[in-house]
Antibody
Framework: QVQLVQSGAEVKKPGASVKVSCKASGNTFSSDYMHWVRQAPGQGLEWMGIIKPNGGSTSYAQKFQGRVTMTRDTSTSTVYMELSSLRSEDTAVYYC????????????WGQGTLVTVSS | QSALTQPASVSGSPGQSITISCTGTSSDIGSYNVVSWYQQHPGKAPKLMIYEVSKRPSGVSNRFSGSKSGNTASLTISGLQAEDEADYYCCSYAGISTYVFGTGTRVTVL
């Protein structure tokens, strides 16, 4: 059974950065595509980006270009999402989720990490 | 990349069928047969209900079905049940290694 376990809630000030982790178990982490999706309070799902297997190349939604960095550590089966220059609009629950191919078939999700940006 | 367009809300009585539309463009839904659908209950992570337009994961009720025509995908829930009350989101590949979700639809069981 695949499990994605994310790091705990964070409170950050505007302008700061946050780094959220997602540790995978029970799957073929090395061959999985890992996505990050966020959901602001009362809002819909928003795709942020993907980190691919085989070298860890990334692709980000245009909205987050220049502010987001996704990395993966195959030795610990963990992926990371770092978002910089935080503003209040970045307050959201951040989810990691995986797919076995480039198809947007996302059967497993982390529990979500609440990031609150407040002065 | 703009979000795919879904109706904000859809409602139905128990036992009825409802359909949720998801409208994109020729650059996303229209170009790829990989639309997926997710159900989300309050405070929970999304759950995969349909993938590759019309396929159901193991364990998902056959009351859920998906289809696509042109730039629009649809999710149909037949025999509506109280437990189906939730938010539903579509998702598509949008080219150049990017993806896009729908705006979301709140399903209410009357």
């Amino acid at each position: 059974q695949v499990q994605l376990v994310q790091s705990g809630a964070e409170v950050k000030k505007p302008g700061a950065s946050v780094k959220v982790s997602c540790k995978a178990s029970g799957n073929t982490f090395s061959s999985d595509y890992m996505h990050w999706v966020r959901q602001a309070p009362g809002q819909g799902l928003e795709w942020m980006g993907i980190i691919k297997p085989n070298g860890g190349s990334t692709s980000y939604a245009q909205k987050f270009q220049g502010r987001v960095t996704m990395t993966r550590d195959t030795s610990t089966s963990t992926v990371y999402m770092e978002l910089s220059s935080l503003r209040s609009e970045d307050t959201a629950v951040y989810y990691c989720t995986n797919s076995s191919s480039w198809y947007p078939t996302l059967p497993y999700w982390g529990q979500g990490t609440l990031v609150t940006v407040s002065s | 990349q703009s979000a795919l367009t879904q109706p904000a809300s859809v409602s139905g009585s128990p036992g009825q069928s409802i359909t949720i539309s998801c409208t994109g463009t020729s650059s996303d839904i229209g170009s790829y047969n990989v639309v997926s659908w997710y159900q989300q209950h309050p405070g929970k992570a999304p759950k995969l209900m349909i993938y590759e337009v019309s396929k159901r994961p193991s364990g998902v009720s056959n009351r859920f079905s998906g289809s696509k025509s042109g730039n629009t995908a649809s999710l149909t829930i037949s025999g509506l049940q109280a437990e189906d009350e939730a938010d539903y989101y579509c998702c598509s590949y949008a080219g150049i290694s990017t993806y896009v979700f729908g705006t979301g639809t709140r399903v209410t069981v009357l």
